[in-house]
């Protein structure tokens, strides 16, 4: 029996990924794919404005960073913000068991849907994630709705 990590230390990881695409010029929201024995697998952070990619979310971009995983079942997605329908989408896809989200404050994203599907979601209402969207978001409203497809 393998002790459950330290998630708040985990999701350190990811919001060091936000700051950065923060600096960046960015959409900051951040994460990383740890496996159950606390080893990062991969980690990044929303470029949709860097790359001009619509397709780079936080958790896409920790995904690929992590390459191929024979499973999934034991991986926790640790994210700064509760993942959106595409992101919740990979993780029922790949069946990722557990998601970590900073917060859900400011987007509540699919993790209803998700804890349906029986991933274990854990909302750790990080007041330094609810900040940082908070900030964001109604500082750059137009760019918000455009990467959550909002018209
Ligand atoms: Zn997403």
Same mark, same amino acid.
């Given at each position: 029996m393998i002790a459950t990590p330290d998630y708040r230390a985990l999701l350190d990881t990811a919001i060091a990924e936000a700051r950065q695409g923060l600096a960046e010029g960015g959409i900051p929201i951040g994460a990383a794919l740890y496996a159950r024995? @606390? =080893?990062?697998?991969g980690c990044g952070h929303n470029r949709r404005v860097q790359?001009?990619?619509?397709?780079?979310h936080g958790e896409t971009d920790a995904f690929r960073k992590? @390459? =191929?995983?024979?499973?999934?079942?034991d991986a926790i997605m640790v994210t700064t913000l509760a993942p959106c329908w595409y992101c919740s989408g990979l993780v029922r896809q790949f069946g990722i068991g557990t998601v970590v989200v900073g917060?859900?404050?400011?987007f509540g994203g699919g993790i209803d849907w998700l804890r349906e599907a029986g991933v274990n979601v854990v909302d750790l209402a990080d007041e330094r994630c609810i900040t940082m969207m908070g900030d964001w978001i109604a500082a750059n409203p137009a760019l918000w709705n455009e990467d959550i497809g909002e018209d």
């Open positions: 024995d @606390g =080893r990062l697998l790359e001009d990619d619509p397709s780079i992590a @390459g =191929r995983q024979m499973s999934y079942r917060e859900s404050v400011n």
